[in-house]
C-alpha cells in the first residue's frame, strides 16, 4: 500500500486591535482574508502562529499602548510563532518602530498581506535589525508601491455580535492643527453605497454604527462635491432595525441630516467640537465656537427631547488660557452632555500645532483634564439617574448587557438585564437603578421574547 502523506497542519492566527472603531473594521477585514487563505483564528496569543497587532498611532498614549501591547504579546507567544504588526503606526513609523522592536518579525503597511510577504505585496522587503531569534531578521513591507487588496473594499465574515461597525470612508480631506491621520490615511475615498450595503448585508447585525475620519462628509469626493450621508443613513435603515452614527463634523449637522438621524430612531449625536473657546478653534484649524454648538444642542433637543449628546475635547491645546479653560468648564455645566471624553493635547511631529507657541506645562494640563472628567462624571451620573422608572427599548448584545439609543457600543455605559434575555433581541425595560455610567433594568414583559438572532 502506498505510503499515507501527513496531514498539512492547519495554521493559526490571532488579531490584538488598538484604537477607534475604524480600525476594528480594518481587523475584521483582515481576519476574513486569514480565514480565506485558509488559517484558523486562535483564542489566545500562545495558540497562535501568526499574531498580528492593529496599532493605533493617533497621539503619544496610543503609541505607547501599542509598544507595551507588542513587547506583552512577545512574552506570550508561542516559540516558532510570527508577530506582524500592521495600522496606523505601522503606517506611519515603519522603519522606526522595526528598529526600536526586534521583537517584530514583520512591520506591514495598509493595504499588503499578513502572511508570508513577497514583492508582489506592496514593496520590496527591507532587512532591517535581526531579532533575537537566531537566524531571523525582522522586516517592513511598504505600500510605496502598488498595494496588493483594498482594505477598505474587502469582505467581511458575519459579525458574530448584534452590532457592527461599517467604516463608510477612508481618511480626511481637513487639516485640523493637531491631528496627523490625513498625513498617513490620505485623502477621502468614499465607498458606494452599493458596496456599503452589500457589507451590511453580509454582516447580519441588528444595529450597523457608521464610521469614518469625517462622516458627515462621506460622498464628497466622488466627483459632484456633494455630500450623500443622507441617502446612505436612509438606505442602510431600510435594512437594519437600527443605524448609529458617530463622529460628526459639527458645521455639517445641517437640519435635513438631524431630521434624517432622528427619523432613523437612534437620536444619538457624536460631535467632534474639540474645544468651545473660539480663538483656540481657529488655532485648531476647526470651525465653530461655544454659543453655536449650544444653540445648535439645544435647538436638537427642542426636536427631540430624547435626544443623547457625546462629544470629545482636547485639553492643554498649545495657547489654551485660563479663560478657554473657564469657557470650557461652564459649557460642560450648561450643555450637560450624556457622554464626554477629555484627553490632553498630545504634540505630533508635522502638524501645525506642533510649531505653535504658547505650550501649556504638562501638569496644568492634567489639572484641567481632572477639574473637566469630575465635572463630567457628575453630570453623567446625573442623567443615568433621570432615567430610573422609564421605559427603553433595548437591543440585548450579550447575556446580562443591553443598550438603549443612548448608548453606543464600547464606548459608553451599559444597561444590565437578567441573563435569561436571549442575546439579539429588542425588549422594553424598565430602568431600576443607576450606578455612575451604567443602569438596572428589568424586562417590562413576564416572559422574555425569543432572540431574532445575532
Not at 467632534?272 to 433637543?301: C, D, N, T, Y
Amino acid at each position: 500500500m502506498p505510503e499515507q502523506s501527513s496531514p498539512v497542519p492547519v495554521k493559526t492566527f490571532y488579531i490584538e486591535t488598538l484604537g477607534c472603531p475604524k480600525n476594528q473594521v480594518d481587523s475584521d477585514k483582515l481576519l476574513g482574508t486569514l480565514v480565506a487563505d485558509g488559517m484558523v483564528r486562535a483564542d489566545a496569543p500562545d495558540q497562535a502562529d501568526l499574531v498580528v497587532v492593529n496599532t493605533c498611532a493617533f497621539v503619544e498614549e496610543a503609541r505607547q499602548e501599542s509598544v507595551d501591547t507588542i513587547l506583552s504579546l512577545d512574552d506570550l507567544r508561542r516559540e516558532g510563532s510570527e508577530i506582524v504588526v500592521t495600522g496606523c503606526m505601522a503606517e506611519r513609523y515603519g522603519d522606526e518602530l522595526a528598529e526600536l522592536l526586534p521583537e517584530i518579525d514583520r512591520v506591514v503597511g495598509f493595504g499588503v498581506a499578513l502572511t508570508a510577504p513577497t514583492a508582489a505585496d506592496g514593496g520590496v522587503l527591507v532587512g532591517l535589525s535581526p531579532t533575537r531569534r537566531s537566524g531571523s531578521t525582522n522586516t517592513i513591507v511598504p505600500t510605496a508601491t502598488a498595494p496588493s487588496m483594498d482594505l477598505l473594499e474587502l469582505p467581511r465574515p458575519r459579525s458574530d455580535s448584534p452590532w457592527a461597525y461599517v467604516k463608510v470612508a477612508e481618511g480626511c480631506d481637513r487639516n485640523c492643527g493637531f491631528c496627523a491621520i490625513p498625513s498617513f490615511r490620505g485623502k477621502q475615498r468614499s465607498r458606494s453605497i452599493e458596496a456599503i450595503l452589500a457589507e451590511v448585508g453580509q454582516l447580519q447585525a441588528h444595529e450597523i454604527v457608521l464610521v469614518a475620519q469625517d462622516l458627515a462628509a462621506y460622498g464628497r469626493d466622488q466627483g459632484k462635491g456633494e455630500r450623500n450621508i443622507i441617502p446612505l443613513v436612509k438606505a442602510v435603515a431600510e435594512q437594519v432595525e437600527r443605524v448609529r452614527l458617530l463622529y460628526l463634523y459639527p458645521s455639517d449637522l445641517t437640519d435635513d441630516l438631524i431630521d434624517t438621524i432622528c427619523g432613523t430612531g437612534v437620536p444619538y449625536f457624536d460631535l467632534s467640537l474639540q474645544h468651545v473657546s473660539r480663538p483656540l478653534l481657529r488655532k485648531m484649524r476647526r470651525w465653530g465656537e461655544g454659543s453655536i454648538f449650544l444653540e445648535r444642542i439645544e435647538a436638537i433637543r427642542q426636536r427631540e427631547p430624547d435626544a443623547a449628546f457625546r462629544s470629545n475635547f482636547i485639553v492643554g491645546y498649545p495657547g489654551e488660557t485660563e479663560d478657554d479653560h473657564d469657557a470650557l468648564i461652564e459649557f460642560v455645566e450648561q450643555t450637560r452632555l450624556d457622554w464626554c471624553g477629555f484627553f490632553p493635547y498630545s504634540e505630533e511631529t508635522g502638524t501645525y500645532a506642533a510649531d505653535l507657541d504658547g505650550k501649556v506645562p504638562a501638569g496644568l494640563a492634567r489639572e484641567r483634564l481632572a477639574e473637566l472628567v469630575e465635572l463630567q462624571d457628575r453630570i453623567t451620573a446625573e442623567r443615568r439617574d433621570d432615567l430610573i422608572g422609564q421605559t427603553l427599548h433595548v437591543l440585548v448584545d450579550s447575556p446580562g448587557e443591553a443598550r438603549s439609543h443612548r448608548e453606543a457600543p464600547e464606548i459608553d455605559g451599559i444597561i444590565r438585564v437578567p441573563d435569561s434575555l436571549a442575546v439579539g433581541s429588542f425588549v422594553d425595560v424598565e430602568i431600576t437603578n443607576a450606578a455612575g455610567p451604567d443602569l438596572d433594568a428589568r424586562p417590562i414583559l413576564d416572559e422574555a421574547p425569543k432572540g431574532v438572532g445575532t
